[in-house]
């Protein structure tokens, strides 16, 4: 079946980097673009990035931009998020998403069940 | 980047009873607007696409309208499996954003 599982999440230095992943499984991943969504401690989603199913095109929310960094890898049917410069209003749960109407409609029709970043000294 | 406004923020419905959530825009999106159903401790879920279409699998009880700024997600009927909280988010400018979500509790 359609499953995104996201993986990397975990505590982290105010200042330091970690990456989360997304391994994508029962769909041609290197057909859709793919989204990152975060949602910090009973707060609303934020949408975080994109990136083009051949990842020449990416596009960041302002808060991130700058400090964030979506990549996929095709052939391994990953997603990426590499977050740098870490604050502690980045703690979140970070989903990924899938680009998966048309190329009209990016609307996330698939979802991970999301990977926990808590940023703390 | 646009704004995307919710209301009400809580909305209190009996069971069979109607539900109509209201997202308003900051400037026109033409139709490029969502509609995403949350659950306590679970990913969102796709409801609706285009403000009026409905996403794979998702009942008809649920529909969508609207276009420019301002739009409206109605469920004709409530059911217990619909008590959530509901996010609108545009797709038709950079970035994408969502709004700070409606929360559809039992009266």
């Known amino acids: 079946q359609v499953q995104l599982v996201e993986s990397g999440g975990g505590v982290v230095q105010p200042g330091r980097s970690l990456t989360v992943s997304c391994a994508a499984s029962?769909?041609?991943?290197?057909?859709?673009?793919m989204h990152w969504v975060r949602q910090a401690p009973g707060k609303g989603l934020e949408w975080v990035a994109l990136?083009?199913?051949?990842?020449?095109?990416?596009y960041y929310a302002d808060s991130v931009k700058g400090r964030f960094t979506i990549s996929r890898d095709n052939s391994e049917n990953m997603l990426f998020l590499q977050l740098n410069s870490l604050r502690v209003d980045d703690t979140a749960v970070y989903y990924c998403?899938?680009?998966?109407?048309?190329?009209?409609?990016?609307?996330?029709?698939?979802w991970g069940q999301g990977t926990k970043v808590t940023v703390s000294s | 980047e646009i704004v995307m406004t919710q209301s009400p923020a809580t909305l209190s419905v009996s069971p069979g009873e109607r539900a109509t959530l209201s997202c308003r825009a900051s400037?026109?999106?033409?139709?490029?607007l969502a509609w995403y159903q949350q659950k306590p401790g679970q990913a969102p879920r796709l409801l609706i696409y285009?403000?009026?279409t409905r996403a794979t699998g998702i009942p008809a009880r649920f529909s969508g309208s609207g276009s420019g700024t301002d739009f409206t997600l109605t469920i004709s009927s409530l059911q217990s499996e619909d008590f959530a909280v509901y996010y609108c988010?545009?797709?038709?400018?950079?970035?994408?954003?969502f709004g700070r979500g409606t929360k559809v509790d039992v009266k």
């Open positions: 998403a899938r680009w998966g109407i048309s190329a009209d409609h990016d609307a996330l029709d698939i």
């Open positions: 029962g769909f041609t991943f290197s057909h859709y673009g």
């Open positions: 990136i083009y199913y051949d990842g020449r095109d990416k």
């Open positions: 400037q026109s999106i033409t139709s490029k």
């Open positions: 285009g403000a009026s």
């Open positions: 988010q545009q797709y038709n400018n950079w970035p994408r954003t």
